[in-house]
Nanobody, 123 residues
Framework: QVQLVESGGGLVQPGGSLRLSCAAS????????MGWYRQVPGKQRELVAR???????NYADSVKGRFTISRDNAKNTVYLQMNSLKPEDTAVYSC?????????????????WGQGTQVTVSS
């Protein structure tokens, strides 16, 4: 099995910064794409940022220029540096990994999710 553990959420004032981390552990053969999503109660979950195994990134228009996604393959970890935070960034942020695991039947590609971490931007 694979577990994703997130950290770094919290309360921050508008204009402030936070850094989220998400580390994977377990029977991992390889990790392809990593990403961060966010969700506000009553709204659909939206993609915030995504990074491929080759380092290509894409961002939601609402966070471009403010958020930066990065990964440390040696640590099976993805980061989300969030700067110039706005109240509308308030949400539960969840990480997701595309993980290939090795089983007795061969390799299997699956999506795994973190438990979610609350980010609140408020004065």
């Amino acid at each position: 099995q694979v577990q994703l553990v997130e950290s770094g959420g919290g309360l921050v004032q508008p204009g402030g910064s936070l850094r989220l981390s998400c580390a994977a552990s377990g029977s991992i053969f390889s990790i392809s794409a990593m990403g961060w999503y966010r969700q506000v109660p009553g709204k659909q979950r939206e993609l915030v940022a995504r990074i491929t195994s080759g380092g290509s990134t894409n961002y939601a228009d609402s966070v471009k220029g403010r958020f930066t996604i990065s990964r440390d393959n040696a640590k099976n970890t993805v980061y989300l540096q969030m700067n110039s935070l706005k109240p509308e960034d308030t949400a539960v942020y969840s990480c997701t990994f595309q993980v290939t695991i090795a089983t007795s039947f061969g390799r299997s590609l699956n999506n795994y999710w973190g438990q979610g971490t609350q980010v609140t931007v408020s004065s």
